[in-house]
């Protein structure tokens, strides 16, 4: 988005908390304290508490992921205000402040090591893609916004074409963690125009629930031949449907 079409929208619609309606920006100081850390991260295959956020021993295999990495707990007040982001396309910058509140995080904390270890691999910075139809409704993808937010914070090289998305999912929300995965098989293709150099892939999405969706990307990427992939999300769902037993 261009620094005019930015100040644009600013203006239009200037930003408001998203908790509690005060002026200034999209979490206010007050409701950025509301917001829950997570205490450990989770093996990105079963969903169990995991060192650092890498896959455990038992789970791993050639095509998951290697880890995950999330800050916050979906979960209220950050649940409703993702949700009303979603509904309302004109307050997509609220997303790439939220990135900017988790960046300090991924930098600091004793959870993230693994995942600051990887990072000085340079590693490409790939978004979960939408379907092109999708995308066209919504203007923009959640996903997107992080990635470019890391992207441009970490120096890393942006991949925006490399993954495509080929398949017209139905919404996961309303899914079994069972039929999540059914969804999102073959939902992904690689470009292989743009997969000549086999480097390390770290996959981003805005929010984890039972991981069909990155674990399918991921699945796709590594059967490409790309040798190291990690995903990372800023928040993750709690609840029982976050486990991938």
Known sequence: MSDFFDWLLNFLFPPRCLVCQAKGGYFCPTCRNK???LQSQACPVCGRPALGGRVNEHCQNKYSLD???NVFSYSSPLREAIKEVKYKPYLFA?????TRLAIPHFEKDADFILLREFLVKKPAVV???LFPRRYR???YNHAQIVAESLAQEWHLRLESDLLIRVKDTRPQYSLSSKERRENMKDAFLVNKQSANN???I???DDIWTTGATMNAAANVLKRAG???VWGLTLCRSLGRSSFNY
């Open 35 to 37: 917001l829950i850390l």
């Open 137 to 139: 409704e919504r203007g």
């Open 202 to 204: 770290l996959l981003v």
């Open 198 to 200: 086999r480097h390390s």
């Open 226 to 228: 790309f040798n190291e």
């Open 67 to 69: 880890g995950l990495s």
């Open 94 to 98: 609220a997303i790439g402040e939220l």
């Open 127 to 129: 978004s979960i893609p």
